[in-house]
């Protein structure tokens, strides 16, 4: 009889741990779930690494254009010799229409 | 098996069902957090690619910025000096006729500038106006006046006018009431003509059509 009483009490016990178990489990389950889901990742140092690169590449292409606005420049300076060539030519063209029959008929 | 041993088998299903019952619950958040994980990693990205083509949409903008401005200030430095070298052909051009009218081929001209005035109104009785050097040229308006006679077949008498004009060379023929003017200076002839001529010599100078 003494025996069965504390059989009894053992599968009380059990049954207690094994809730404690779940219930255990089940607080750990919450815990996990409410960390992940108010845990935020951090894009801050990625962002600034790719504007970096982006800046870097824009700053190239502006370059580059940049340089080709200055070889038209520079083009400027070969129309400019050009004109001083047929300045004499010019001159002639406005002195035949200014003067009648020309500068030096 | 005596009670004892039996209790203690069905104690230790009891226990064994509780951490099986545990570890799927574990195992079913574990899931779960990776989905969320995932889930956020998915929205991060999301965050960077928006904040990245924002960025690189403003980069665009200040390099075109940057490209329109250059483009401008090296047109404008090419029309500048496009336009100042065609003002310097124009302001040789005027040199020049300052010297050619000091040439022995001058007062002929001279003769044409004033036929050519006094033909453009149709002759009758003009009134020319020199400049002080040229009216000391003693240009025969007479026998011009002759000359346009017979080309219009119209009388006309030319009188040298005691008012004398500043210019470098050329006439100033009117009718004798003042009505109708033509001004055949150089620099009135250079005056109407500026703009065609602009063109003519931007062709001249760069081959331009």
């Keep these: 009889m003494s025996s069965l009483v504390e059989s009894l009490e053992r599968f009380r016990k059990a049954e207690e741990e094994a809730k404690r178990i779940i219930e255990e489990a089940k607080k750990e389950a ?26 870097q590449e824009a700053e190239k292409t ?4 940049l340089k080709r606005i200055l070889q038209e420049e520079e083009k400027e300076q070969v129309l400019k010799k050009q004109a001083e060539q047929n300045m004499e030519k010019a001159i002639e063209a406005i002195l035949s229409e200014i003067i009648p029959g020309g500068e030096k008929p | 098996m005596s009670l004892e041993a039996q209790a203690s088998k069905i104690i230790d299903k009891i226990i064994s069902e509780a951490r099986r019952q545990a570890d799927q619950i574990l195992s079913q958040a574990r899931n779960e957090v990776e989905k969320i994980k995932e889930e956020q990693r998915q ?16 980069l665009e903008e200040t390099n075109k910025r940057a490209l329109i401005e250059a483009r401008f200030k090296a047109k404008e430095s090419w029309l500048k000096t496009r336009e100042s070298l065609i003002d310097e052909a124009f302001k040789k051009a005027r040199e020049r006729i300052a010297t050619f009218v000091k040439t022995p081929r001058y007062p002929k001209v001279l003769e044409e500038l004033i036929e050519e005035a006094s033909i453009a109104i149709g002759g009758g009785s003009l009134i020319v106006q020199l400049n002080d050097k ?19 077949n119209v009388i006309t ?12 060379g050329g006439a100033i023929v009117s009718t ?17 003509k500026e703009r065609d001529l602009r063109l003519t010599v931007a062709k001249k100078l760069w081959g331009e059509s």
């Design chain 1, 30 to 55: 919450e815990r996990l779930k409410l960390e992940a889901s108010t845990s935020e990742i951090d894009t801050s140092k990625q962002l600034e690494d790719e504007k970096a690169k982006l800046k």
């Design chain 1, 62 to 65: 502006l370059e580059t254009e």
């Design chain 2, 43 to 58: 929205k991060a990205l999301r965050k960077i690619q928006m904040e990245l083509e924002k960025y690189r949409k403003e």
């Design chain 2, 134 to 152: 040229d009216a000391d040229l003693n240009i025969d308006l007479a026998k011009l006046a002759k000359r346009i006679t017979r080309k219009l």
């Design chain 2, 157 to 168: 008498a030319l009188t040298l006018s005691d008012v004398k004009v500043k210019t470098i």
């Design chain 2, 176 to 192: 004798s009431d003042g009505r109708i003017v033509y001004d055949n200076t150089f620099e009135a002839r250079l005056h109407r």
